[in-house]
């Protein structure tokens, strides 16, 4: 029919948002599935640690020598913990769809990613021991190895949405995508705090 006429009845969309923030998102949903299976994974590798550490006479095995410095794993701490500031202020900025304090942070966010890979650097040069040399420094090379992918994958996660949000398209959705990848950032500083005390004083206590 040339004269089509909207039905009283149907449901009406077109006044919905096309973009949420928040649970109302399905970005949002994805990325609590995605916590809650690398969750598992963490606590899997600490179970391990603490299994085998429950096996063992010596702990550090002998082969292994002394317990990691804590010099580099604990600045590479405060680095993190410092991190949730402009996190959080990109989070909030993106919310309310503020684009230059979005960039701002974005780019901070980023620094603190590159400074804790280097820290990480040289946190696996002072860990005394190696992966190949028994059961206890695969343990241990097993949890930072897990943690050092995690913020990898998050750091050019965080590097290729900050060159979008300089050179566009911007629109609603991509301000989801920062606000997602700011709750991710937290999990990657929350997990890494079991894991901190796990290789840094599991060794020691």
């Known amino acids: ?6 039905d009283p009845g149907a449901l009406q969309v077109g006044h919905l948002p096309t ?6 998102s399905p970005m949002w949903w994805g990325s609590m599935g ?3 299976i690398e969750s598992t994974v963490f606590g899997l590798a600490i179970m391990m ?6 096996h063992a006479d010596v702990w550090p095995m002998t082969h292994s ?3 990691p410095d804590l010099l580099w794993g604990t600045l590479n701490t405060l680095v993190l ?5 402009p996190n959080e202020i990109a989070r909030r900025a993106a919310c309310r769809m503020d684009l230059r304090l979005v960039r701002i942070n974005l780019v901070l966010c980023l620094l603190f990613s590159i400074a804790f890979l280097v820290l990480r650097g040289f946190e696996f040069t002072t860990l ?7 059961a206890y420094g695969s343990a241990v090379w097993m949890l930072m190895g897990l943690h050092t992918l995690h913020l990898l994958t998050d750091t050019w996660d965080s590097a290729v949405l900050t060159v979008l949000m300089f050179t566009g398209p911007i629109d609603g959705k991509r301000f989801v995508d920062v606000s997602e990848n700011a709750v991710y950032w937290y ?10 005390a796990t290789v840094y004083f599991g060794a020691r206590i």
């Open 19 to 24: 973009f949420v923030f928040g649970h109302r």
């Open 81 to 85: 913990l410092l991190s949730m500031i």
């Open 65 to 67: 020598g002394d317990a």
């Open 49 to 54: 640690y603490f299994y085998l550490r429950s």
């Open 1 to 6: 029919m040339s004269d089509e006429r909207k």
């Open 187 to 196: 999990f990657v500083v929350a997990s890494w705090l079991p894991i901190y």
């Open 34 to 36: 995605l916590i809650a």
């Open 128 to 134: 005394n021991t190696r992966w190949d040399s028994d």
